[in-house]
């Protein structure tokens, strides 16, 4: 419909838009664009490697777990492998109705430093993962603690990168 200003059978000016080939550009390269920034960055401040360590600290990698059968075993296998000694490993068992309890006793007899305690009621005003953490944090008896969910699995040079990074930044 012709507008006002505009004479009857007048094509309207293109509006920008997908359409428009330089914002298709735009919206290729730029998601390109910051990918490859942060990569260099990364590349930059995250260096390959472990780093060598002044001193190696006492550890203590706290794991929170409910329900996590699939899971759990390859975590703790995985912190156990470590390159750095880890002197204590603690797992929060949080009322697992899985066999994650099973699968944390077999793991405990083979594996002298893993203690594993049974998650305490919930508190009003508490949420499960933040009781967990909060329980494993009073248990640890490391100078650093490592937190981590039982879905991870870390290279065995992982700690060592971590606490490489914390003594460059302390």
Request: hydrophobic share 45%; charged share 15%.
């Amino acid at each position: 419909p012709p507008g006002p200003g505009r004479a009857p059978g007048a094509v309207p000016p293109p509006r920008p838009g997908v359409e428009d080939p330089v914002t298709l550009l735009w919206l290729t390269l730029l998601p390109i664009a910051l990918a490859t920034a942060i990569t260099l960055v990364n590349r930059v401040t995250w260096g390959r490697g472990a780093p060598a360590l002044r001193r190696v600290p006492t550890v203590s990698v706290l794991v929170p777990a409910r329900n996590e059968a699939a899971n759990i075993q390859a975590c703790v296998r995985a912190i156990a492998g470590s390159d750095v000694p880890v002197d204590q490993i603690v797992v929060c068992d949080d009322g697992s109705t899985d066999a994650t309890p099973a699968i944390l006793a077999r793991l405990q007899a083979e594996l002298p430093m893993l203690r594993v305690i049974q998650g305490a009621p919930l508190p009003a005003g508490w949420v499960g993962k933040v009781h967990a953490c909060h329980q494993l944090a009073l248990q640890a008896t490391g100078e650093v603690l490592l937190f981590l969910d039982a879905d991870v699995r870390l290279h065995p040079s992982g700690f060592r990168r971590v606490l490489g990074r914390m003594q460059r930044h302390r």
